[in-house]
């Protein structure tokens, strides 16, 4: 199957510092889609981007299929914005079946 | 309108014993996906259903099933329960069955099995 990579692991930030997430996958996808999970365990959607590039806010993300790998930026980060980010991509030909990466740890201090 | 929801929020059950686990779809989303997640590690693939039939099943043991049911709600059921078990089980929906639409989350059930 496919593999899904995301660096770093753990990320500790001061709030207000920007800061850049990784994410490497092995093969081509359908869809890739970035996810906040909060401490409480909801997954938060926050972008759809199989290709390109697209903001919302503070953050913003890119992608570039033809290279396999997609990126995360948190600007002027928040306290708030503490949880796990993980990618998740869809690479399968007629259904949908998501595998995600481990996800990246961040912890933003005051 | 209403997000996806789950219930129950927490279970705590014993080895060996049968789990079932519901959810219900954002009104208007016929596709219906179970993930579980281990402790520190991203969700895995469980199970899509849409329109009732299962679309696509991830490498889980026969004791893991599951159903859709004409409102596109959704049971998880799991049988002879292992310690390894326990996690956090989460369902998303989406419009349709398409790896091109985005899925919504709901908050999860956790499950605890001793």
């Known amino acids: 199957g496919i593999q899904v990579e995301q660096s770093p692991p753990d990320l500790i930030l001061q709030e207000g510092a920007n800061s850049t997430l990784r994410c490497n996958f092995s093969?081509?996808?359908?869809?890739l889609q970035w996810f906040h999970q909060n401490p409480w365990g909801q997954l938060i959607n926050l972008f759809y981007?199989?290709?390109g590039t697209k903001q919302n806010g503070r953050l913003s993300a890119t992608t570039v299929a033809t290279e396999r790998y997609s990126l995360l930026y948190i600007s002027s980060s928040q306290t708030t914005d503490s949880g796990v980010y993980f990618c998740a991509v869809d690479y399968s030909g007629g259904y949908q079946k998501v595998t995600f990466g481990i996800g990246t740890k961040l912890q933003v201090i005051p | 309108d209403a997000g996806v929801t789950q219930s129950p929020t927490h279970l705590i059950k014993t080895r060996g014993q049968h789990v079932t686990l519901r959810c219900s779809p954002i009104s208007g989303h016929k596709s219906v996906s179970w993930y579980q997640q281990v402790l520190g590690q991203g969700p895995q693939f469980i199970f899509q259903?849409?329109?009732?039939?299962?679309?696509g099943r991830g490498n889980f043991p026969d004791r893991f099933s599951a159903r859709q049911f004409p409102n596109y709600s959704s049971e998880l059921n799991v049988n002879a329960l292992l310690l390894g078990d326990s996690a956090l089980y989460l369902c998303a929906s989406s419009l349709a069955d398409s790896p091109q639409e985005t899925q919504y989350f709901g908050p999860g059930t956790r499950l605890l099995v001793l």
């Open positions: 093969d081509s996808v359908n869809n």
């Open positions: 981007i199989p290709s």
């Open positions: 259903y849409y329109e009732k039939e299962e679309r």
